[in-house]
């Protein structure tokens, strides 16, 4: 059973440009979350996700950010006109069920010039 | 949103030997887990656990659930182990969220 995957791994943006960053559960789990961590610090919920449903997105900045989780295909997490200020290590996590365990994928390292 | 405190934040060991890592809450949990985030980044599942005791291979956990705090041991370190450790606990009142500590850096040398 593969883990949660998530590309690409590394991302480089100029500011101004677009970010998005894909994250695809682990099999059979249908409970999605992105959390974020800033350089030399812990990691912090952005928003959680079900299947075309935003259940909880009180972590996510109120400009500039959006996620999504489709009927079909990965989870999508995007910055518009990324800030340096976003750089920052994204990861994603699955479970099967509400109040689960969290699988964390590999994260992507996003730094924006 | 609970409060999650770490202790200690950083730690130096000789290879071999044996650490304890704490976590306190500040509210009772229905969720806990602890992470090792090796020194790539990637974040590894160590433990789910709400309550109780469990072991696996060299390390081990116990949670306090009535007591808010949980604990991590470490014996016989390895060079390996280096890296930060997480634990990240959930709340009803939060709904699905993680909230983690701020981790304690671990280094473990030959």
């Known amino acids: 059973n593969a883990g949660v995957m998530q590309n690409p791994r590394h991302l480089v943006r100029r500011r101004g440009q677009e970010a998005r960053l894909r994250c695809s559960p682990m099999?059979?789990?249908?409970?999605v979350y992105w959390y974020r961590q800033l350089p030399e610090e812990g990691l912090k919920f952005m928003v959680y996700l079900q299947k075309e449903n935003i259940i909880d997105e009180s972590g996510m900045p109120k400009e500039r950010f959006s996620a999504e989780f489709p009927k079909e295909g990965p989870s999508i997490l995007r910055i518009q006109q990324v800030v340096r200020g976003d750089s920052a290590a994204y990861f994603c996590?699955?479970?099967?069920?509400?109040?689960?365990?969290?699988?964390f994928g590999p994260g992507t390292r996003l730094t924006v010039l | 949103g609970i409060q999650v405190e770490q202790s200690p934040p950083d730690l130096i060991l000789q290879e071999g030997a044996n650490s304890t890592l704490r976590c306190n809450f500040s509210d009772s949990v229905n969720n806990l887990q602890w992470f090792h985030q090796n020194p790539w980044g990637q974040l590894i599942n160590l433990f789910y656990i709400p309550s109780g005791t469990k072991q696996n291979g060299r390390l081990s956990a116990t949670t306090v659930a009535t007591e808010r705090y949980s604990l991590l041991y470490i014996s016989s370190s390895q060079t390996t182990d280096s890296g930060v450790y997480f634990c990240a606990g959930m709340v009803t009142a939060s709904g699905s969220r993680l909230t983690f500590g701020e981790g304690t850096q671990l280094t473990v040398n030959p």
């Open positions: 099999k059979g789990h249908s409970h």
């Open positions: 996590a699955s479970s099967p069920s509400i109040r689960n365990e969290q699988f």
